[in-house]
């Protein structure tokens, strides 16, 4: 597909869900196993966190591939997918940065992720589609549930988090695909087929002959 073909995709918006009242992260290039395996570190030691929700964000590639670091480098990377982990119990927004920052320093997190955390003042993740000029990204789905056993309470925030994925869920299967145009043709009825760029001032006889069924009345503006 060329860049031309891609830019002219209907947007679409992208929606997040925002919360400061339980912990949600947003991990990258790991695992399935190593999304489980973070929740539970981060039960074992905050066990008020709740149950934890898993869900694929977007499946990576599995490859390794070589990239050159800021002084040029060379550095194997591993690609992997991401995941998001949602946490069902409240706790605030001050104990939930404190546990980002807690991660970041075990490099579980990027360090850029906490510092736009604490600019921002929340913690947001993608619920919807994303279509970006090289990839599609679609709705996280849910892959694993992780029990926390070292407490009975549950505030419910997962099933609210539920609740409002699937509302955004809904909303994308009644958006219509994509209308694709090609970059160099414009948007007048029977046209045909164009070679090369459009002067928009210059009729072509498909637009004569339309303007003479609509009596004349074409506004070309």
């Known amino acids: 597909m060329t860049y031309s073909d891609r830019s002219t995709d209907r947007g679409f918006p992208i929606i997040g869900y925002t919360t400061r009242r339980h912990l949600i992260l947003d991990l990258d290039n790991t695992t399935k196993q190593g999304a489980r395996s973070i929740a539970h570190m981060i039960i074992k030691e905050w066990p008020k966190v709740g149950d934890a929700l898993i869900l694929s964000s977007s499946p ?12 040029g480098r060379p550095l194997l990377y591993h690609d992997r997918g991401n995941f998001h982990l949602i946490f069902d119990n409240g706790i ?23 510092r736009i955390r604490e ?22 789905h849910i892959v694993g549930w992780v029990i926390n056993e070292l407490t009975t309470r549950s505030d419910r925030y997962i099933e609210h988090y539920l609740k409002v994925k699937k509302g955004v869920e809904r909303l994308f299967t009644c958006l ?11 948007d007048h009825r029977d046209r045909g087929p164009v070679q090369g760029p459009v002067d928009p001032h210059v009729q072509s ?3 004569r002959r339309a303007d003479a069924e609509d009596g004349g009345h074409r506004d070309y503006r």
């Open 92 to 114: 605030g927004y001050n104990l939930s940065c404190k546990i980002c920052q807690v991660l970041a320093v075990l490099n579980v997190l990027n360090r850029d992720y906490v």
């Open 205 to 207: 006889d498909a637009d």
């Open 176 to 186: 219509p695909d994509a209308e694709r145009v090609p970059y160099n043709r414009p």
């Open 119 to 140: 600019f921002r003042g929340d913690m947001t993740l993608r619920i919807s589609p994303s279509r970006l000029y090289d990839e599609d990204k679609p709705i996280p």
């Open 60 to 71: 990576g590639l599995d490859r390794i591939r070589l990239v050159y670091g800021k002084w």
